[in-house]
T-cell receptor, first 111, second 113 residues
Framework: QKEVEQNSGPLSVPEGAIASLNCTYS??????FFWYRQYSGKSPELIMF????GDKEDGRFTAQLNKASQYVSLLIRDSQPSDSATYLC???????????FGGGTRLMVKP | SQTIHQWPATLVQPVGSPLSLECTVE??????LYWYRQAAGRGLQLLFY??????ISSEVPQNLSASRPQDRQFILSSKKLLLSDSGFYLC????????????FGPGTRLTVL
């Protein structure tokens, strides 16, 4: 079992829809959770991080964390073609530990 | 804010040749620094990390090495490249005084022929 799992996709959504990206992790001691966006041929860029159970909103993005069920998700409202990219989920146990990345989910937003 | 420089941006090297990739960071002192590799269509693989000058930890045994000669400089090297070394090499910085969040540099795309 991989430590951080994501559906590789592609996840295809129409423009204006909500895109829902999911990530599960195996380490119950994980404390910090991160979402990165990676455009083709580019380096990952941080979108959001979340530490506490519940929702965290930033513009069109909402991160949701459920530690009991060991999953973290990213919702993108009003999806735009420019959101088409690979989204990487990353998990850290605590300060001083390494980030563990999932394989990423490729999102395609169709006009 | 963090700024990370990597060079070269792209590199084509023959098998058996040496390699030196450089990463320099700005904006914070004593950062944690990381080297990752991303093979085509694959996930991120952590290669090395450093918590300070001269302190290097290796995550994957291979023909690569890393050095940190200055606080804000991280170098990835190889004496003899293999075909399997091809990939996208990413340097990342983590500011321990803030959120422990990693930020990536622009990357170096290496092709070994």
């Amino acid at each position: 079992q991989k430590e951080v799992e994501q559906n590789s996709g592609p996840l295809s959504v129409p423009e204006g829809a909500i895109a829902s990206l999911n990530c599960t992790y195996s380490d119950r001691g994980s404390q910090s959770f991160f979402w990165y966006r990676q455009y083709s041929g580019k380096s990952p860029e941080l979108i959001m991080f979340i530490y506490s159970n519940g929702d965290k909103e930033d513009g069109r993005f909402t991160a949701q964390l459920n530690k009991a069920s060991q999953y973290v998700s990213l919702l993108i409202r009003d999806s735009q073609p420019s959101d088409s990219a690979t989204y990487l989920c990353a998990v850290k146990r605590n300060a001083g530990n390494m980030l563990t990345f999932g394989g990423g989910t490729r999102l395609m937003v169709k006009p | 804010s963090q700024t990370i420089h990597q060079w070269p941006a792209t590199l084509v090297q023959p098998v058996g040749s040496p390699l030196s990739l450089e990463c320099t960071v700005e904006g914070t002192s004593n950062p944690n620094l990381y080297w990752y590799r991303q093979a085509a269509g694959r996930g991120l693989q952590l290669l090395f990390y450093s918590v300070g000058i001269g302190q290097i930890s290796s995550e994957v045994p291979q023909n690569l090495s890393a050095s940190r000669p200055q606080d804000r400089q991280f170098i990835l090297s190889s004496k003899k490249l293999l075909l399997s070394d091809s990939g996208f090499y990413l340097c990342a910085q983590e500011d321990r005084s803030k959120t422990d969040t990693q930020y990536f540099g622009p990357g170096t795309r290496l092709t070994v022929l």
